[in-house]
């Protein structure tokens, strides 16, 4: 699909070449309505390259564009802006086409890895926004035509393991895993991190409890070199591990993302990436260092890592190329994604830097998108009442309380609630650190989930007063007010186009928000229901909602008919 202003500079283009034989690419802008449909400052960038003053450059090129169909009206304003009004009917014909996703990624797979929680611990509000942003830039790869595998790394082994593994035995009096079915389903996976916590102090505070917690820990390591599922330490483990899991699967449920094809946790991938260490060593790659076996970076702008201690255990690294390993061969993508906060950017570019040496493929079209930190207002990080950092239910429970207290209790709808945790993350670029603001989130008014939800709700009442035949919207014919809002729902394909390439999910939370301003400048100035020209309000009324329950659904919001 083209969208009408890929026509326009396909045309502008055209003409430059035809006009001054030159391969300059115009570039065009929205400019305010009053002023043309699209606005370029070609003749500025030709100017040099001609010679000659940029208004002349912009008359003769407004001569030539006005022969051009596609355009009604043609100006020159200022030093040598050119305004552009497109036909009518390439506009109408546009809004026939909206629901049409440029197919960037036909026939491709797509390996997005993303959220990575570690069993043992429950969700962290970094998990929770990872999560959330994941999904979504998974869907805009999906909507291009993508196969995309969802995969979710995390740490099944390592000290964190050996300190809830600690906590879990001193609270059930000894390996006793029988003792575990007195545990309330609902409360295991809490339960379980409430171990963590306590094997944390433990093994900070008291050199006893941190010895047992090391030999706990090797312990575990020996659980996967022996194939150990049945002594009462190894069922504890299983069983904890489990009921980890299951408290993610509850969690991705209740935030209503796509579901994971596949968890691959770190027992998984240690043993292929101490292979490839072993291997990089052999090859010169990596070199030995007091023991240990690393990777010397600094001679290609990066610094020195370690991939295996002296101790003979995998380090992150090592798990992580191993993580690589399984994804290519088991998947063979064309473009792998991992989303992590961007506290591990010169960490990850090491990795890749190594990766690249066994697998130069998999490096080249491996994508790293990083991420900051949840905070308040002000800068303050939210800190959790649970004592292990902020969790991702702390967030939910913000909201949810934040809602009770505001729009007269329409606000505990958890659609809404949900909606607007999501929008207010999502509205952001990713990148920087993350504003979350509970009140502002679940507000309806201003740029938030709950407004956008409404609007829709709100569009849908108007179209339920009509049930007769609206005139396809190709044909229509539009007043001056009708045309601006169907000028702004043209940009959608632009905007969609634009976040599937860049993948920034933010751009289309804009886009919705501004969308749903213009269409309320439009209906305090244009009746619907009851005016003379109903049936072709209508019909743009019911691409307006179309277009915003589309742009809420790449966003994982709910556009409900109803508040």
Known sequence: MHTMKQEATTILTNAVKQLFDSAVVPELSRPDPQFGDFASNVAMQLTRELGRPPRQIAEQLAGHLREQPFFTEVSVAGPGFLNLRVNDQ????????????????????????????????????????????GDVIARLHEVAGATVQRVNFGGDVGLHVGRAMWGIIQTLGGEHPEKLQDIPEAERAVWVTRRYVEGTAAYEENEAAKAEIIAINKKVYALFESG?????????????????????????????????????????????????????????VLSESDGAIVYKGEEQGLHTRVFMTSAGIPTYEAKDLGLAAIKWRDYQFDKGIIITANDIVEYMKVVLKVLGHFHPEVAERSLHITHGLIKLPGGVKMSSRKGNGLLAQDVLDAA??????????????????????????????????????????????????????????????????????????????????????????????????????????HLICTYLYELTQAFNRFYEKSRVIGDPRQAERLALVTVYADTLRRGLQLLGITAPERL
């Not at 026939?96 to 996703?101: G, K, N, P, T």
């Not at 691959?264 to 490839?276: I, M, N």
Request: proline share 5%; net charge negative.
């Open 90 to 133: 390439a506009l109408a014909g546009q809004l026939a086409r909206l629901s049409e996703v440029p197919q960037h990624y036909a026939g491709k797979t797509v390996v997005a890895e993303y959220s990575d929680p570690n069993p043992f611990k429950v969700l962290h509000a970094g998990h929770l926004y990872t999560t959330l942003v």
């Open 228 to 284: 150990d599922r049945d002594t009462p330490f190894a069922h504890i483990y299983w069983t904890c591990r489990q009921w980890s899991y299951e408290g993610f699967e509850k969690l991705y449920e209740q935030l209503q993302v796509s579901p994971f094809a596949r968890y691959l946790p770190e027992s998984e991938c240690a043993p292929v990436g101490v292979d490839l260490v072993h291997r990089g060593l052999a090859e010169g």
């Open 400 to 505: 949810t309380e934040a809602g009770s207290q505001m729009n007269d209790g329409r606000g505990t709808d958890y659609d809404v609630i949900l909606g607007a945790i999501k929008y207010s993350l999502l509205k952001q670029r990713i990148g920087g650190d993350i504003i979350y603001d509970p009140q502002e989130s679940v507000s309806l008014e201003g740029n938030s989930g709950p407004y956008l939800q409404y609007a829709h709700a709100r569009a849908c009442s108007i179209l339920s007063k009509h049930d007769g035949e609206l005139p396809a919207v190709s044909a229509l014919t539009l007043d001056e007010e009708e045309r601006i809002l169907a000028l702004k729902l043209t940009e959608y394909a632009e905007v969609l186009d634009r976040a599937i390439v860049e993948l920034l999910p």
